[in-house]
């Protein structure tokens, strides 16, 4: 089930080369064990919900590190790699605040895809941190925080770099995945409260 859901996202993000399915899924799953080799399941609901985990982490993946192969074996003859470099450094900010204020001001469906995309990113990412106690409290924000920038310099490095993708390296977007790993530990506490709450009512009842 899960590889054909692989087999889908990869088509949906228009990579559809034999290449780019064999290496992504690759990677994704070298990392992914990496992260939750430690995580101990033990009734059915943990099972569905480390499912939802690994399908969300698929999407993150994809999103934020997939890699077009493909372009590196085949297409890499005759590209403007001077000018390809060229728009990553006019297009990379290191200013606060700056691409936000933009995305805010002119407003348009892709600005604000962009600036909640980058909220929500990893607000789940945190969440499922903490359900499967892969991290503490204490240092989910910073792992986190750490998340989102080896993100930042993975796209630039790798895939921009060696890729020649098109994607870029902004403080702004470590900003917003850090407002979004807030939220997620923020609905991870009312979740929790609110299941200490429902057990407090079950033990009463039973009591």
């Known amino acids: ?30 990392i992914f064990f990496f992260i939750t080799k430690k995580v101990i399941l033990n009734k059915f609901l943990e099972y569905i ?40 450094v006019n297009s990379t900010n290191f200013i606060p605040f700056r691409t936000i204020v933009s995305q805010v001001s002119h407003f348009s469906f892709y600005n604000y895809e962009q600036l909640f995309g980058n909220i929500i990113l990893l607000a789940p990412l945190c969440f499922f941190f903490l359900h499967f106690n892969l991290v503490t409290m204490k240092k989910s924000f910073l792992i986190m ?20 993708g098109h994607r870029v390296i902004d403080i702004d977007d470590i900003i917003l995945n ?30």
């Open 1 to 30: 089930m899960i590889l054909l859901f692989y087999i889908f996202i990869i088509t949906f993000n228009g990579l559809v080369n034999i290449y780019d399915l064999l290496t992504n899924i690759l990677l994704f799953n070298v």
């Open 178 to 207: 850090a407002l979004g790993s807030g939220l997620g530990i923020v609905i991870y506490q009312i979740l929790k409260s609110f299941e200490k709450g429902l057990l407090i009512i079950k033990n009463k009842m039973i009591s």
């Open 145 to 164: 925080l750490y998340f989102s920038l080896s993100i930042e310099i993975i796209q630039f490095v790798i895939i921009d770099a060696m890729f020649f």
């Open 49 to 88: 919900i480390f499912i939802v985990f690994e399908i969300y982490a698929w999407i993150l993946y994809i999103l934020a590190i997939g890699m077009n192969i493909n372009f590196w074996i085949f297409d890499i003859r005759g590209y403007q790699v001077v000018e390809h470099l060229h728009i990553l």
